[in-house]
């Protein structure tokens, strides 16, 4: 087949998918934008800016270089605005054959909260892998291309689709259908989250929270419970009433960054979705630290809440506070940074080595917007998947609360 021919043939695939991508209901009005490299060059055809996939012809699409300078086409028509996202797509993987950019409205609606799909079913597992999220930029803008290829460098090299926050989502292959049908899977498995996340389900409730009582594990130089009866039945008054004082890092509980950063978010200022959301339970016993190399195994998401099961869950049992707990190491918390975790708990009262003088482990989680819970119980959690429900009391001024942590499985 001729250059020319195998041109031809292109135009026509993508002309073909534009038609299939708006009947699937992955785009509307004049959204959306179909990309193909021509053959092992740095050229490409793209749909043009204006014109709905829907009407979309051969003959309409033009030619672009990796600037998304034009070079080719009708005197009609521009490339799309979103070429620069395009092409920051085959810059970063050269490999990529086509890109294609859709609207699909359920995989949106994870984009706009943020988070990737969850990933359901196994044919999304091993066809999807990651599903990242582009922080948020004006359509069509140079942020929002910047955005898309930092995006892509960071994201594990078996990513094939991204969602843009607020705005779509990008996914790319080896031929315009293999794009465009992982843009279907995308935004067929996000349909299935959110129909299961509907549907009325009978969960197991699973506590993950340490008794708040006397004589239970306190951090040195933290304040020791105290429980204080005000009022009693017995004693002839109308009702019971306690007294309670702790501190606000008692037990289980939550760490805003105002705990470590003198002009951090105090706890008022952290969404709550910080803490409630799609976690995983990482079996990683045995270690008396948790370093990046531990945490390079486990099968971690962007946006993941992880939970580290370790051998602290069992120093619970002891009758005082245990000194030789695991820890994160600095090298771990760069690793969860960039993999994009949103929180992290412990099984102990601490991320932090005991004895550390500098908390350089907080420091750069929560610096880094990486939320942080401790002191949880995971003896009777087997690893995996959960929905996490972390609720700190409201004392929306402090540096953290005890809280009351449960999974949903």
């Known amino acids: 087949m001729t250059p020319g021919a195998r041109e031809e043939r292109l135009r026509n695939d993508i002309a073909r998918f534009c038609r299939i991508t708006w009947d699937r209901g992955l785009v509307s009005a004049a959204g959306g934008n179909i990309s193909a490299r021509i053959g092992d060059t740095d050229t490409f055809l793209i749909t043009p800016s204006g014109v709905a996939l829907r009407d979309t012809e051969p003959d309409d699409v033009v030619t672009i270089d990796l600037a998304g300078k034009k070079l080719a086409g009708s005197e009609r028509y521009r490339p799309s605005k979103e070429a620069l996202m395009h092409t920051a797509i085959y810059a970063a993987r050269p490999a990529t054959r086509a890109v294609a950019h859709l609207h699909p409205p359920h995989a949106i609606a994870f984009g706009i909260r943020g988070e990737p799909i969850p990933l359901m079913t196994v044919t999304s597992e091993e066809r999807l892998h990651h599903t990242p999220v582009v922080p948020p930029a004006s359509s069509g803008s140079p942020e929002l291309a910047r955005a898309v290829a930092a995006a892509v460098a960071a994201a594990p090299a078996d990513t094939q689709v991204m969602l843009l926050a607020r705005h779509g989502i990008i996914a790319w292959g080896g031929s315009v259908q293999q794009a465009c049908d992982v843009a279907d899977l995308a935004e067929y498995t996000a349909r299935i989250a959110l129909a299961h996340a509907a549907a009325p389900a009978r969960r197991r409730v699973i506590d993950i929270s340490v008794p708040n009582a006397r004589g239970m594990h306190v951090y040195p130089g933290d304040p020791v419970l105290q429980v204080e009866s005000v009022r009693r039945i017995t004693l002839g008054d ?172």
């Open 238 to 409: 109308a009702c019971n009433l306690s007294l309670l004082t702790l501190g606000s890092h008692t037990g289980t509980h939550v760490d805003a960054p105002y705990h470590f950063l003198a002009d951090g978010p105090r706890l008022g200022d952290v969404s709550l979705d910080r803490m409630v959301g799609e976690a995983l339970v990482a079996d990683l016993r045995g270690r008396a630290a948790i370093d990046a190399a531990a945490l390079d195994q486990v099968p971690l998401r962007a946006g993941d809440i992880l939970l580290c099961r370790t051998d602290n869950s069992w120093r619970w049992e002891a009758t005082e506070f245990q000194r030789d707990f695991t820890y994160l190491t600095e090298d771990a918390a760069e690793l969860l940074v960039a993999r994009g975790v949103r929180a992290v708990g412990m099984d102990y009262l601490s991320i932090e080595r005991f004895g550390s003088e500098s908390f350089p482990v907080h420091h750069r989680l929560l610096g880094a917007g990486v939320f942080v819970i401790e002191g949880l119980d995971l003896r009777a959690v087997e690893p995996g998947r959960y929905t996490l429900v972390c609720l700190p009391l409201k004392f929306p001024e402090l540096d953290g609360a005890p809280a009351r942590a449960v999974l949903l499985a």
